[in-house]
């Protein structure tokens, strides 16, 4: 039986960011994706992942500490990298950061805390994507240093999962090749013996 939700998902893809435009969605929708995107697996019900919104003003604000912050590391930088680093949250009007924030737990590993925020951040995506708006996540060099982390929201112990841009896009996202999926699965024959 066909099914819009399946063709849906394998329709889905990623829209450049330059090309995502204004409007941003309203806050009531962010309410929604926020919801659809915390109806993940979690285990022991921890939570173990947060939410951080960056629009307006902020964005610009971060760019300038994350220029200033590529400089206090690398030393003086061309203007085009100055730029591209003073752009990085402004090129779209809404940013979310899905943060992978875990609790101390002594039966749930912190690398599945982590994995629950990966889906977090693929339900936040396909809301944001059924709402008619584009998406696409990147991490990108300041979720690896401790002062870009810092910067940007997170605690210490707070990991960056991914940083999805969401706005208006007009265009149909560039499909790239998918993966031949009979090459990625196989039924269970026994131990692996290498």
Do not use: C
């Not at 066909?2 to 309410?31: H, K, Y």
């Not at 709402?131 to 990147?138: A, E």
């Not at 960056?160 to 790239?176: C, D, K, N």
């Amino acid at each position: 039986m066909p099914s819009p939700i399946i063709d849906f998902l394998l329709t889905r893809n990623s829209a450049p960011i330059p090309e995502l435009r204004a409007p941003a969605p309203s806050d009531s929708e962010i309410e929604t994706m926020l919801r659809a995107a915390t109806r993940v697996p979690d285990h022991g019900r921890l939570e173990p992942w947060r939410f951080i919104l960056y629009r307006g003003d902020a964005r610009i604000e971060i760019g300038k500490k994350l220029a200033e912050l590529a400089e206090r590391r690398e030393g003086p930088l061309p203007d085009g990298r100055r730029n591209q680093e003073l752009a990085r949250f402004s090129r779209a009007p809404l940013v979310i950061g899905v943060v992978s924030s875990p609790k101390e737990n002594p039966k749930i590993p912190q690398w599945e805390m982590f994995l629950s925020g990966g889906m977090a951040a693929m339900n936040l995506m396909t809301a944001a994507n059924a709402l008619g708006y584009g998406t696409n996540m990147i991490t990108n060099w300041y979720s690896d240093v401790e002062e870009g982390r810092a910067l940007l929201g997170l605690a210490p112990h707070e990991r960056v999962v991914g940083f999805i841009h969401i706005g208006s896009y007009e265009g149909t996202a560039p499909e790239r090749p998918r993966p031949d999926v009979a090459k990625l699965h196989s039924d269970y024959t026994g131990p692996w013996e290498g």
